[in-house]
């Protein structure tokens, strides 16, 4: 058997791991993890490597390669330094405490360039340049795909789509900007505010159940959150002159037929800019898409040592 590669996403409610087969690129197990915003780093990364240390007894081959995509910002040690929906990781020491439980190296992007890497190699038919890819979930990211490459800005921090201003007179967030769009359209947002109104929800899945079955207030909280999300990605679309745009995520996975409308609603806003016509589609690799974001990484790494390797045997 061959070996293997362990992709993970990270985000803002859950954990998601895959275990690759680096000859197969087969996915051959896959297990989700719920995280309450309360779960404490040390707990999580225990709880993770309780998977992959049964994982890795389970099967003949070694596991070499730890890829994941974590929902906050992160330095060059893979310490995390801002995650707005869980305040109380900042600070934490995560690529080193992941080492030490496991015994694996990892290799840490933020999620959504890695969901982006994902559907460009594994969800398009055909390549498109420039790519934006838009992650709907618990919060809100995004990430530029130009000629292959995640556009990753001169911090390493572009494609932050949530925290662009949407209410200048808005509440602040935990990102300590105000009025970000991430307070507006997330599963989060959605369920922050459905809570406000009074209604019987515990996640943001029952408001859009609620709406669906004719509830004023939930289809309000809903239509408002998704015209907020359609103007954040059409100015995105103003500004970087995508050919398509790609929306993904928690959220979108579990409700397409409602996020289906943001195509109409976008071209609706750019009115007679040229990108008018901007192509819009929902995620072929739904909620799997950083999971084989991963897998990308990895086959890029082969790619990248196989031409080194080509580079010394002619020289």
Sequence with gaps: MTDALISMDLGGSAVRLAMFDSGSMTMEDSVKIELGAETEPPDAISRIASVIGRWEQNREGS????????????????????WPNRPAWNGFPFRDAFTSATGKPIVLFDDANLAAMGEYRFGLTQPVNP?????????IGSALVLQGEVYKGARGASGELGHITVDPNGER???????????????????????????????????????????????????????????GIANAVRLF???????????????????????????????????????????????????????????????????????????
């Design 131 to 139: 790519l934006l890819y838009v992650v709907v979930g618990t919060g």
């Design 63 to 82: 596991i070499q390669t730890v890829v994941a995509g974590l929902a906050g910002l992160h330095d060059a040690a893979g310490t995390i330094i801002a």
């Design 173 to 231: 967030c935990p990102c300590g900007g105000f009025g970000c769009l991430q307070l507006y359209a997330s599963g989060r947002a959605i369920e922050r505010m459905a809570i406000a109104a009074g209604l019987p929800i515990t996640k943001a899945s029952d408001v859009f159940r609620l709406s669906a079955h004719g509830n004023e207030a939930a289809r309000t909280i809903i239509q408002n959150s998704l015209r907020l999300l359609a103007i």
């Design 241 to 315: 002159d995508p050919v398509s745009v790609v929306i993904g995520g928690g959220m979108v996975s579990r409700f397409p037929e409602v996020y289906r409308s943001l195509e109409t609603t976008i071209q609706h806003i750019l009115g007679t800019l040229p990108q008018k016509n901007v192509q819009v589609s929902l995620s072929v690799l739904r909620e799997d898409a950083a999971l084989w974001g991963g897998l990308a990484y990895g086959l890029q790494q082969v790619f990248i040592k196989n031409k080194e390797m080509e580079g010394v045997h002619n020289e």
